[in-house]
Structure formats: C-alpha cells, structure tokens
Nanobody
Framework: VQLQASGGGLVQAGGSLRLSCVAS????????MGWFRQAPGKERDFVAR????????YYADSVKGRFTISRENTKNTVYLQMNSLKPDDTANYYC??????????????????WGQGTLVTVSS
C-alpha cells in the first residue's frame, strides 16, 4: 500500500483545512487508517483513527471536537477535516494504514504503511 497525503498549507488561527490521503494498492477497505502529526523537535503524535468500516472513530483529546476523520473506500481515500485551528496544531501531518488492528492504535508502531507527510502551519 502506498499513501499520498495532501491538503496542508498556511492558515490563520481559527481557520480550517481538509487533508486527504489517497491509497494505492489492494485492500484499502480492510485497513484501519490513522492520522499522526509531528512538530519540529517533537515525537510523532496520534491525532485520529477510523476503522475499516468507518463506524469507529478515535481522537486525541487535543483535537476532539475540532477535527473529524472520515473515509471513502470507493475512492481509497481518508480525510481529516480540521476546524478552529490553533498555532499548536502546526506540524507535519502523516496518514498511516494499520494492517492488523489491535488496542495500540495510538502508537505509530502499530501502523505498517505511511504517507510522506503534508505540512500544516497555523499563524497566530
């Protein structure tokens, strides 16, 4: 599976962006999908996850109520709608595919495939 993330950019605080992640290869609809982010000098942090069917959603506390993860399996695409953005949301955002599932979905180590990252910069 190859993942291509896009949609990052520069936005003012309070604004919105929608990230997209398109997967190529087989069996996209079988994978749980996650979004992570990494600010300069910091670790890669969990942001959100969606189950293969789209009926189970999980969020980091820091983005709950502001970000929404969704997917369209017919388009091999997962989205991250980000509203009410804050300067602290500035980071490279990565999508990732989880082949096997399990309780460790907040850990980058659970994910088998990664996109290249898309930069989100929120100005104050």
């Amino acid at each position: 599976v190859q993942l291509q993330a896009s949609g990052g950019g520069l936005v003012q605080a309070g604004g919105s962006l929608r990230l997209s992640c398109v997967a190529s290869g087989r069996d996209f609809s079988n994978y749980g999908m996650g979004w992570f982010r990494q600010a300069p000098g910091k670790e890669r942090d969990f942001v959100a996850r969606i189950s293969w069917s789209g009926d189970r959603l999980y969020y980091a506390d820091s983005v709950k109520g502001r970000f929404t993860i969704s997917r369209e399996n017919t388009k091999n695409t997962v989205y991250l709608q980000m509203n009410s953005l804050k300067p602290d949301d500035t980071a490279n955002y990565y999508c990732a595919a989880d082949e096997f599932g399990g309780p460790g979905y907040r850990s980058p180590g659970q994910y088998s495939y990664w996109g290249q990252g898309t930069l989100v910069t929120v100005s104050s």
